[in-house]
């Protein structure tokens, strides 16, 4: 947001929430004064007023939007026909070429494919038992030679050792060959010095660079390879796996069946105790990469952090399979995984929000845009995007709403005619769900081409013409997000003419609830299960019930948001009816720690974090359009005390949207984390994290956080807001892949907003 149109948003929400010297009807951009309402406002106010907004300015947080590092993955499976292929080690050399020893020869990167390595027939003819980098260069071991193609050829020495399995690469043309029971060190070619091991079970060998000798891990010990004529036994501890120094040389790492232990590599004592706070202890393979060490286990990977912060990298959203073979520097600062099905390249490249944005914005449009609803892809081959159908859901509305909302605050901030476009187009399919029922002011779900309904086709009515089909039992999650996106879209865009059609929803829904005594009305003449908000059935509810509180919130919501547009003095009146006759007001007041479990009451079984969304979205239309400053500044109270509940999730928009109530206080550095955070791919990979040992679990309880700490976005399930963030096991196997309004509108309310530039 520029300077100019920040101090105008500042000026604006200093008139609407703190000014008393005026009365102030808010209207953006041109927007007509409603009936009997007139701004009045002194000299004195409008100096209060930008003393406010400068004040404002200098004391709410900001993110400058500055590059950082995002992580994605690139999987790479094996090319088909290979048989039964064990990959074993995956190397790159420095001009950023992949190769992959397998026990069936190398393979090679080729078009987003490991294809076997036919083009130096010598290499395709040898048996291969371990690859190397000496110098930059692939290095082979081979069952009687070690060799290479770079240096004109001339790495090409005879080893004469039998079962010859492992290769160390030294210094000054030097490496060892390791085999049964044997360990030879060469030098350009000569044998310079030979070890006979009494041991079995080698695991891996590996050169010291700061101490200038060799390393053998077996089974149970560490042998030091130096000078001396005999291979001396270091370290003794059973169910050894791998090991790797630190990229300071100052750390030796050694895995085991169960956790990972820190050397000291001079004098091989123990750093520490044995770790085993990790995702996985059972560690196949290590490497370490600047700070960091990579982690490769039977469950994933992970990189430690010398902090003890761990990100962990699982399931299909990051790997090819979760059985994980080795690890190893990629090219441009990637990080190759090698797993038993195939190759996965961790990608990490600089990238701003706003570029992250672009990235959503793209996958939106290209792949989940259905008559301008945004809907899910489904798959019929699980992550397979080319088998995508775009398919209807029970919340097309209020899913649209969402995205909708999003672009409406990328306009304002932009004034990009892509987005006003996006605008119309998502605004005229919520538009038609009002249009195509038979019942005045009755919005559907959803609807589409009669014959293509693929949800309960017991909720679908086709229209009198037979082309299209609408789909009935409307809830409260639908005019939620009616109200939610029509009152921002009536604000925001700049004709007048379609402002008006956003109005005329708004007044056409509430007319109907109003009218049908605080019900939606089905085709069958019933109320919808969740279009309910007559007192007679909100205050049945103990306060303990969530949807006492919400129903309440809901209703006077929109009523205040009708009356903000319309001006019909019937909405006011009836919601101070429902506020001061009937208890709305103490309802929309009930602490939210105090939502719990009733007995015999279905809806209080666990925390209902739809319940949450709809909140947060009512929100905005209930502070927004408060009747009073009185009611205002209680409807903020009640937001605070839910959103002290909520901060553990660091959920960016439920911050964002307290955030509009002028607050200082909204956890701004963890919602730029959670959308940093956020997974470039929003495909719903079965992910699960209960069996990680990292974790600190808590007792069962009402609201379900199964952990203390919230799992960053790209480590859990992939979800709507609807969902539980602390949910640590879910996905449906890769069958749907998520738009990507998950991540615009609390980017782009965010710089509405102004707190991310």
Not at 33 to 46: D, S
Not at 287 to 307: I, K, Q, R, Y
Not at 488 to 505: K, S, T, Y
Not at 727 to 736: I, S
Request: net charge negative.
């Amino acid at each position: 947001m520029g300077a100019q149109a920040h101090m105008a948003s500042l000026t604006m929400w200093a008139c609407v929430f703190c000014c008393p010297f005026a009365q102030v009807r808010l209207h953006i951009r041109g927007s007509p004064p409603r009936h009997g309402m007139r701004m009045k406002a002194t000299v004195l106010g409008i100096t209060l007023i930008l003393a406010v907004a400068v004040s404002a300015r200098e004391t709410t947080p900001v993110h400058i939007d500055r590059p950082f590092v995002q992580d994605y993955a690139e999987k790479i499976p094996l090319a088909p026909h290979t048989g039964d292929v064990k990959l074993l080690k995956v190397r790159t050399d420095r001009d950023g070429h992949v190769a992959v020893l397998s026990n069936k020869g190398l393979f090679l990167l080729d078009a987003g494919i490991l294809r076997p390595d036919r083009r130096h027939r010598p290499l395709a003819d040898a048996n291969i038992t371990d690859i190397q980098v000496v110098r930059g260069e692939f290095t082979y071991l081979t069952d009687d030679r070690v060799l290479s193609n770079a240096w004109a050829g001339r790495l090409l020495w005879d080893h004469h050792g039998s079962g010859a399995r492992w290769l160390a690469a030294g210094e000054d043309d030097e490496v060892m060959v390791v085999g049964s029971g044997r360990a030879v060190r060469f030098r350009r070619g000569e044998p310079v010095q030979d070890w006979r091991i009494d041991a079995a079970g080698f695991k891996q060998a590996v050169f010291d660079a700061k101490r200038k000798q060799y390393l053998l891990l077996a089974d149970d010990r560490l042998w030091r390879l130096g000078p001396e004529k005999a291979a001396q036994p270091i370290f003794t501890h059973k169910d050894l796996t791998c090991l790797a120094f630190s990229s300071d040389g100052r750390t030796l790492f050694v895995g085991t069946s169960n956790g990972l232990l820190r050397l000291d590599p001079n004098s091989f004592e123990p750093q520490s105790d044995i770790v085993t706070r990790l995702p996985c202890t059972a560690i196949r393979c290590l490497s370490a990469m600047g700070e960091n060490l990579w982690v490769g286990t039977p469950a994933g990977a992970f990189a430690l952090h010398p902090d003890g912060h761990i990100d962990s990298y699982a399931s299909q959203r990051w790997l090819a399979d979760d059985a994980v073979v080795d690890i190893w520097p990629g090219p441009q600062r990637s990080v190759l995984v090698l797993c038993e099905t195939g190759l996965s390249i961790i990608h990490f490249r600089d990238m701003t929000l706003a570029e992250k944005a672009g990235h959503f914005d793209r996958l939106t449009r290209q792949r989940h845009i259905r008559y301008g609803f945004s809907s899910t892809l489904a798959m019929n081959e699980p992550g397979n995007l080319a088998t995508g159908v775009l398919i209807d859901s029970d919340n097309d509305g209020l899913w649209t709403a969402m995205y909708l909302a999003g672009e409406l605050f990328r306009y304002a901030v932009t004034k990009s005619e892509d987005a006003l476009r996006n605008c119309y187009e998502s605004f005229e399919a919520m538009e038609r769900l009002s249009e195509i029922t038979p019942m005045k002011g009755f919005p559907a779900r959803s609807f589409e081409r009669a014959g293509y309904e693929v949800s309960d086709k017991s909720r679908w009515h086709v229209t009198e013409d037979g082309s299209w089909a609408w789909k009935g039992t409307t809830s409260s999650d639908e005019i939620v997000g009616h109200f939610f996106v029509y009152a921002i879209f009536a604000e925001i865009v700049p004709d007048g003419a379609w402002r008006q059609r956003a109005v005329a929803l708004i007044d056409g829904i509430m007319d109907h609830i109003v009218r049908n005594n605080w019900y939606l009305i089905d085709y069958d003449g019933k109320p919808t299960q969740w279009g309910r908000w007559h007192p007679e059935y909100v205050n049945r509810f103990p306060q303990q019930v969530g949807d006492r509180r919400l129903n309440s919130i809901e209703i006077i919501a929109f009523l205040q948001t009708a009356y903000h547009f319309t001006g019909k003095d019937l909405y006011r009146h009836k919601a101070f009816e429902l506020l001061n006759e009937h208890g709305y007001l103490d309802n929309i007041l009930v602490p939210v720690k105090g939502l719990d479990h009733v007995p015999g009451i279905d809806l209080t079984s666990e925390w209902n974090h739809s319940d949450d969304e709809l909140a947060f979205l009512s929100y905005w239309n209930l502070y927004r359009y408060a009747f009073t400053p009185e009611l205002r500044e209680q409807y903020r109270q009640a937001i605070r005390d839910h959103w002290q509940i909520e901060r553990p999730e660091k959920n960016p928009l439920w911050n964002f949207l307290y955030a509009a109530t002028g607050t200082e206080e909204f956890d701004l550095e963890e919602s730029i984390g959670s959308l940093k955070e956020f997974p470039l791919d929003t495909v719903s990979w079965t992910i699960r994290n209960s069996p990680r040992q990292d974790l600190e679990f808590l007792p069962p309880n009402f609201r379900n956080q199964s952990t203390r700490q919230v799992l960053p976005p790209d480590e859990r399930p992939m979800s709507k807001y609807n969902g539980n963030a602390f949910q640590l096991d879910g996905g449906d196997g890769g069958r749907e892949e998520f738009s990507g309004d998950i991540y615009l509108l609390p980017y782009w309310l965010g710089r509405y907003l102004g707190v991310i530039r």
